[in-house]
C-alpha cells in the first residue's frame, strides 16, 4: 500500500514563500508532482519532475516554483516563492509508476 504524507501548507502573505513536502512509502516513482484545487475548480496540475530530474511547470507558476526530489528519501518537494492569492488552493501531491497515487492534500492560502 502506497502512502504519501504532505506537509508544509499554511497561511502566508502575498509575495512570501512557502515549502510543501510528500514522502512516498514503496519504491522510487517514475513521475512525483503536485496538483491543486481551488474552490470551485477543477484539480490543475502545478509541476512534475521524473526521477531522472526532467521538470514540467504550468505557465502560472514557471519562475516563481520550484520543484525538486530527493530519491534515496522517495519525497518531492514543491518550494513556491512570490505567492499571489490566485495561488490559493488545496494542493495534491502524486506519484505514478503504473498507476497515480495521491495524497491527502495540504491547504495553501495567501492574503492579500
Known amino acids: 500500500q502506497v502512502q504519501l504524507v504532505e506537509s508544509g501548507g499554511g497561511l502566508v502573505q502575498a509575495g512570501g514563500s512557502l515549502r510543501l513536502s510528500c514522502a512516498a512509502s514503496g519504491s522510487i516513482f517514475v513521475v512525483m508532482g503536485w496538483y491543486r484545487q481551488a474552490p470551485g475548480k477543477q484539480r490543475d496540475l502545478v509541476a512534475t519532475i521524473t526521477s531522472g530530474g526532467t521538470t514540467n511547470y504550468a505557465d502560472s507558476v514557471k519562475g516563481r516554483f520550484t520543484i525538486s526530489r530527493d530519491n534515496a528519501k522517495n519525497t518531492v518537494y514543491l518550494q513556491m516563492n512570490s505567492l499571489t492569492p490566485e495561488d490559493t488552493a488545496v494542493y495534491y501531491c502524486?506519484?505514478?509508476?503504473?498507476?497515480?497515487?495521491w495524497g491527502q492534500g495540504t491547504q495553501v492560502t495567501v492574503s492579500s
Open positions: 502524486f506519484c505514478n509508476t503504473f498507476k497515480p497515487y
